[in-house]
C-alpha cells in the first residue's frame, strides 16, 4: 500500500468520526488503567459494568487497596480472570503508592513494570489518558492493520512499528481508537462488512464480501 492510500483511509476515517474516544468507562488516569487491566480477554461493555459498580467505592490506589484483594474480587467476578486480575490490581496499587506518590506514571518503563501491564496496556494508558501518539496493537488492530496492508506484519511488535512509521503524523493521536472502532464494527473477523466499509475502496483485502 502506497502512502496516498494510507492518508486517504485516516482521512476519511478522521471525517467520519473527528473525535474518537475509547468505548471504557473512565475519570482518570488511574480509572482508565484499572479499566484496562480488567479489559484483557473481556469485552469493554463488561467491563464497564463491573467499573460502573467498583469506582464510586474505590478509585484510587488507595481506595482500591482499603478495599482488599477479596474485596476487590466481589466487585470484578463476573470478569474472566478476576483472581489474577484482582492480585495484580492490588500488587499495582500498592507500587503507585509507594514509588509515584498515587500517581500513574508517563512514561512506559515505569508503566511496564507495574503488575499486569505490558506494552499494550501502556500504550493504551500513555494515548488514552497522556495524549502521546502511541498504538495498541490489539486483535483488531493487528487483524485490521494486515487484513487492508496499512502495515502488514507477522506479530504485534512488526505492525506496531510499521504503523508508527507509516501513518502521517497528523493522524498518529487518533489512529489507534479509529482502527479499534473499525476492526470492532466493520472490518469484523468471519464476515467483514466490506460493502458498508468507508475505506473499501483504498483497502487491499483480496477477498472482500459483498454484502
Known amino acids: 500500500m502506497n502512502a496516498a492510500k494510507r492518508r486517504g483511509i485516516f482521512e476519511r476515517l478522521r471525517a467520519a468520526n473527528p473525535n474518537p474516544r475509547t468505548e471504557l468507562n473512565y475519570t482518570s488516569p488511574f480509572e482508565l488503567l484499572v479499566a484496562v487491566v480488567l479489559s484483557a480477554q473481556a469485552t469493554d461493555k463488561s467491563v464497564n459494568k463491573v467499573t460502573a459498580r467498583l469506582f464510586p467505592l474505590a478509585n484510587t490506589p488507595r481506595a482500591i ?119 470492532r464494527y466493520t472490518c469484523i473477523a468471519r464476515r467483514p462488512r466490506c460493502a458498508s466499509c468507508i475505506i473499501e475502496d483504498l483497502c487491499e483485502y483480496k477477498s472482500k464480501n459483498a454484502d
Open 65 to 183: 487497596l482499603d478495599l482488599g484483594e477479596e474485596g476487590l474480587k466481589s466487585q470484578i467476578r463476573t470478569i474472566g480472570l478476576f483472581n489474577s486480575k484482582a492480585a495484580n490490581i492490588i500488587k499495582t496499587c500498592g507500587a503507585l503508592l509507594e514509588q509515584h506518590g498515587g500517581v500513574v506514571p508517563q512514561q512506559r518503563d515505569a508503566l511496564e513494570a507495574l503488575p499486569g501491564v505490558g506494552r499494550k496496556t501502556a500504550n493504551v494508558i500513555l494515548n488514552t489518558a497522556f495524549g502521546q501518539p502511541t498504538l495498541a496493537v490489539d486483535t483488531h488492530i493487528f487483524r485490521v492493520a494486515n487484513r487492508t496492508r496499512i502495515a502488514p506484519g507477522n506479530n504485534v511488535m512488526e505492525v506496531e512499528r510499521k504503523l508508527l512509521r507509516y501513518i502521517p503524523k497528523e493522524f498518529l493521536q487518533d489512529a489507534h481508537h479509529w482502527l479499534i472502532l473499525h476492526g
